[in-house]
């Protein structure tokens, strides 16, 4: 599989969201920009961090005219527990099948049993991250899937739902997890497409 490129429309995609209802990129296309995080989500301590990092810009990506959609690998009922139990900064999107993943083109990698017991046991020697949701053990029930070997992606799309930026691969980088863009650079993508939008407008619109 390969990550959606840049300059191409993002596929659209509709799920269930941990506050209620369905929402996908699409909902916002004319209207505002879209920050789409592809995450474990908040079984994953290491999303947690990166999930903090996000919510601490994400005034400043809406005054960008932007929405961040955070889509999981958690099922509907674990993440209405979580919305009841956190204050989640921005929509938090269920996709445990990983449908919406792969029309994105982020892959899963396979591998056998005693891979999966290594990664366990590495696992539970990690001090995990601080971050401002606190310190929990996933429920036995997310343990699969915070043990997969996915890719993480996060994208950016202009009103247009173009793809204007993209940090795609694997979770495991060597010495630790895969970055997210600085909160600095993500209001600077943010305004381009901002400032293309602007550009686009025919002569004499508002």
């Given amino acids: 599989m390969n990550p959606i490129p840049v300059g191409q429309p993002a596929p659209p995609f509709r799920l269930p969201a941990a506050a209620g209802g369905e929402v996908g990129p699409q909902d916002f296309r004319g209207k505002a920009n879209v920050i789409v995080w592809f995450t474990k989500g908040m079984a994953c301590p290491f999303c947690r961090q990166q999930m903090s990092q996000l919510a601490r810009g994400y005034e400043r990506f809406r005054q960008k005219n932007a929405e961040l959609l955070e889509v999981t690998v958690t099922k509907p009922e674990r993440a209405r527990f979580y919305a009841d139990r956190f204050r989640l900064p921005f929509p938090y999107l269920c996709d445990p099948d990983y449908a919406a993943r792969r029309s994105w083109g982020l892959d899963v990698r396979s591998h056998s049993p005693f891979w999966y017991a290594s990664a366990f046991a590495a696992g539970a020697r990690v001090v995990p991250p601080e971050n401002d949701f606190g310190k929990f053990p996933p429920a036995l029930r997310d343990v699969p899937g915070v043990l997969v070997d996915d890719d993480m992606g996060f ?42 939008a602007a550009d686009d407008r025919p002569a004499g619109s508002t």
């Avoid at 980088?173 to 997210?180: F, K, M």
């Fill in 155 to 196: 994208f950016v799309l202009d009103r247009a739902g173009i793809v204007r930026h993209a940090t795609t691969g694997s979770y495991a980088v060597p010495g630790g997890t895969r970055a997210l863009p600085g909160n600095d650079e993500i209001e600077r993508l943010l305004g381009d497409c901002e400032r293309t």
